[in-house]
């Protein structure tokens, strides 16, 4: 099979966007595209949602070799996707029930974000696991659901301090990317994007060294080619998450395997979040 025909094939199917071509990105490799990804988390008002999303719209307008997405909390995703109609820049959810409808009160669908101009669904964040007790199957049934709508799902892991302490980073990301990925075929694995982010360094300015990010964004990707095989593993894009700014960003996203940042703190304001995108 030509690698190449399928996957692009894939993407091109699961992308609302007719410009989400990155086998032909500049940077990195010929296969995978920079995914910069703000994550805002409960933060802003609507007003400075806008606000902040006038000022990436004016900078980022020239950006064409970067992939970049903000996503809002989920109140604020409908008024941010109008805002950001076509430009350059996508629009995620940051969680959504697998359910399609019905009596679950609270909760939002996957079909209901693909309505209101979402691309992607940030899913098994580590404060959805660790605050909201959200498991790995959860997170599993949440990304079938996804795909199935046609998001973009950004499937994250990451490991505790007590688990980097007791040496078992690894076998902890591998539990959670087993769980949260199981049953997928391998070309929606390839429609997937993977985020990893250390607890330890989530909204703490502990920065993983580009190292250590590099060390385990290799291993995931060996972890993607064993469930699914060599050619998926070469265009599934890993980001790394966890106090990156316009600082840090240049040196990790230089690595090989790092593919791109899921963005806290840093991505609230214009100035740090661009900084990130181009990283000086
Ligand atoms: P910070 O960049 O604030 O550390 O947050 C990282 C994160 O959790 C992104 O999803």
């Known amino acids: 099979m030509d690698s190449s025909g399928f996957f692009l094939r894939s993407h091109t199917e699961v992308s609302a966007q007719p410009s989400f071509t990155f086998l ?8 995978r595209r920079l995914l910069i990804a703000g994550n805002w988390k409960m933060n802003l008002t609507l007003a400075a949602a806008l606000e902040l999303v006038e000022g990436l719209k004016k900078e980022a307008a020239s950006v064409t070799d970067v992939d970049i ?4 909390p989920s ?9 950001l109609k076509g430009t350059n820049i996508g629009v995620g959810a940051q969680n959504a029930y697998f359910e399609k409808e019905g009596a679950f009160t609270g909760e939002v669908s996957m079909g209901m974000l693909t309505d209101v101009g979402c691309r992607y669904v940030i899913l098994g964040h580590s404060e959805r696991r660790n605050v909201l007790g959200e498991s790995s199957e959860m997170v599993n049934v949440k990304v079938h659901a996804a795909l199935d709508a046609g998001l973009i799902p950004i499937v994250c892991v990451g490991e505790l301090l007590k688990e980097r302490e007791a040496g078992t980073t690894e076998q902890v990301v591998r539990r959670q990317f087993d769980g949260s990925c199981s049953g997928l075929t391998a070309d929606q694995m390839a429609k997937c994007v993977i985020a990893y982010e250390p607890v330890w360094a989530i909204g703490t300015g502990k920065v993983a060294t580009p ?8 291993a995931i990707r060996k972890m993607i ?3 699914f095989g060599q050619d998926v593993a070469e265009v599934v894009r890993i ?7 316009d600082k840090n960003a240049k040196e990790i996203l230089a690595k090989p395997n790092v593919d791109g940042a899921l ?5 609230l304001k214009v100035a740090s979040f661009m900084g990130i995108v181009r990283p000086s």
Do not use: L, W
């Open 24 to 31: 032909y990105a500049p940077q990195k490799n010929m296969t």
């Open 263 to 267: 963005v806290g703190g840093a991505s």
């Open 75 to 83: 109140i604020y995703v409908q008024p941010v996707a109008a805002a």
């Open 225 to 227: 080619e064993k469930n």
């Open 239 to 245: 980001q790394y998450g966890g106090s990156v700014n």
């Open 211 to 218: 190292d250590q990010a590099e060390e385990v964004h290799a």
């Open 69 to 72: 997405a903000v996503c809002p």
